[in-house]
């Protein structure tokens, strides 16, 4: 009996087992990762040392204004920014391995950040140090510390 569909009355066309390679200008070119934007509200978490009773201290303000600890000290950070930079003395900065010290934690958005790292770069401190001369600026014009 014969098909009547043509696919299977014609004969098949003989396959070459040879791999035929595409020529160069046709090849995909690579693909590239775009950058993805950064938040314009992105925070950057520096842990600054604080004694016994520096943490005490911001610890009881936080908590009198109804804060987180962060929060507290992310705000008296921005408050010491407002400062002249002149004004600010070079406290000594409290060491990572005596007892005595323990860390807090502020989230500065990105102005402060470059304000902070601008800061570093001028009197050649690390971070942590210019966050702590700040912070204990701050306390010490408010009151707070002695």
Same mark, same amino acid.
């Given at each position: ?19 035929? !390679? ?8 690579? +693909?590239? $990762? &775009?950058? @993805? ?6 925070? *950057? ?10 943490? !005490? ?8 204004? +109804?804060? $987180? &600890?962060? @929060? ?6 921005? *408050? ?67």
């Amino acid at each position: 009996m014969k098909s009547l569909n043509p696919i299977f009355t014609e004969p098949r066309p003989h396959r070459s087992t040879e791999k035929i !390679a595409l020529p160069a200008h046709q090849t995909a070119p690579p +693909k590239t $990762k &775009e950058k @993805r934007a950064t938040r314009s509200d992105k925070c *950057r978490d520096i842990k600054f040392p604080v004694t016994p009773q520096m943490r !005490a201290i911001l610890i009881r303000r936080a908590d009198h204004n +109804k804060m $987180k &600890e962060t @929060r507290y000290c992310t705000k008296l950070l921005l *408050r010491a920014l407002t400062y002249p930079k002149s004004e600010i003395p070079a406290y000594p900065y409290l060491e990572q391995n005596t007892d005595l010290t323990s860390f807090m934690h502020v989230k500065p958005t990105a102005v402060p950040y470059e304000i902070i790292l601008e800061m570093r770069i001028s009197l050649g401190i690390s971070r942590r140090e210019a966050v702590y001369r700040l912070i204990r600026y701050a306390m010490e014009k408010e009151g707070m510390f002695r």
